[in-house]
């Protein structure tokens, strides 16, 4: 019983036989993997990345109380019903 030939591949080794049932690795396979992967920096591929806490991501300030509602509950409570935006007269 002959053997089928190993399907071979060119590398920067020179060529090398693949085990049956194998094919070789395409240029597409290789940019699909880089595709999948996550970014990362190219200076620092080890830094994490900072959290994203400024603005309308602030989870912080968003549980912070707004000072004209503040103000305008504390007026409500004593009863004076001036608005806190509106001058006294």
């Not at 996550?38 to 707004?66: H, S, W, Y």
């Amino acid at each position: 019983m002959s053997r089928p030939p190993f399907e071979t591949e060119a590398t920067e080794a020179g060529e090398q036989a693949l085990a049956p049932g194998l094919r070789p690795i395409t240029l597409a396979d290789r940019l699909a993997l880089r595709a999948a992967a996550p970014l990362a920096p190219r200076r620092n591929p080890n830094a994490e990345q900072k959290p994203c806490d400024l603005g309308l991501f602030d989870q912080v300030a968003r549980d912070q109380l707004d000072l004209i509602d503040a103000i305008r509950a504390q007026s409500e409570r004593s009863g004076n019903g001036a608005s806190p935006t509106s001058p006294e007269e």
